[in-house]
């Protein structure tokens, strides 16, 4: 009980396989340089944005290999190394399945290509130090520092794990970008950013904060899976609440887009 640190396992290598969902190619977004981006399939959350419900099962993935893997990534290593990227493991949640993204990148760090994790960081304890220390930069997904609204917001979670995570990141000097999706009446409260903004500048790490106006570009794809998105109907960020979230962390210090 209360342990946050998984415990070291060996690199499982060509043996080892996982649950892909798909591949995209993007710039800017994902990690520094143009990055392949490596969805990998199942979530234990149910964030009320999600833009990915089609991610949320690992049954629903396509095993592959990590041999596969860095195939697809040399086929675009050319224009990784040109434009200072690599490659982002995503999701889902790409720490449901730690010894696979762990093999993932071991295999990436041998072979000189960048490495990005993006997580929520509910399953922070499931990554081992080694794992970490094979991430060159960690883009991580704070939905709310309250306790209540983080439940709220993801279908029950807890934002303790989130928390701890983060401060393990720092401690072993882990270059973190902060995420937040802000949505209007829901985690928008001075009460909930002054705290996370605090949260955030005293980590140390922190490289820059991501303020991320929710958007319903997802429903269509709700529509396709035979689901009713939640949001439905909820108003989107004005520029102006916006840039009033996106102060909060400015006046800590910290640089935000």
């Known amino acids: ?57 690992e049954r629903d993935g396509a095993r592959t290999t990590v041999p596969e893997v860095m195939q697809k990534v040399q086929r675009y290593r050319r224009i990784l190394d040109r434009t200072g990227g690599g490659l982002t493991v995503s999701g889902g949640e790409p720490l449901l399945q730690p010894k696979f993204t762990a093999a993932v990148f071991k295999a990436c760090q041998e072979d000189g290509v960048s490495t990005v994790l993006d997580t929520s960081g509910a399953l922070g304890a499931r990554a081992t130090d080694d794992l970490l220390l094979d991430t060159d930069l960690v883009l991580l997904d704070i939905k709310s520092f309250v306790p209540a609204t983080y439940a709220q917001v993801t279908g029950g979670g807890d934002v303790a794990p989130t928390l701890r995570f983060a401060r393990r990141l720092a401690g072993l000097e882990r270059r973190i970008w902060i995420r937040f999706v802000l949505v209007p009446g829901l985690n928008d409260a001075p009460g909930n950013l002054a705290p996370l903004a605090d949260f955030v500048a005293g980590l140390g790490t922190v490289e820059r904060v991501d303020v991320l106006p929710f958007h319903t570009l997802a429903i269509p794809k709700y529509q396709e899976l035979g689901l009713t998105f939640p949001l439905t109907g909820h108003p989107t960020p004005t520029p102006e609440q916006t840039a009033a979230a996106r102060h909060h962390f400015a006046t800590r210090g910290l640089t935000v887009t």
């Open 1 to 57: 009980m209360g342990l946050d640190v998984a415990p070291a396992t060996a690199t499982a290598g060509a043996t080892c396989s996982g649950a892909v969902h798909s591949w995209d190619l993007s710039t800017g977004v994902d990690g520094p340089g143009t990055r392949l981006v490596l969805f990998l399939a199942g979530c234990p959350l149910r964030c009320l944005y999600c833009q990915n419900p089609d991610t949320w099962s």
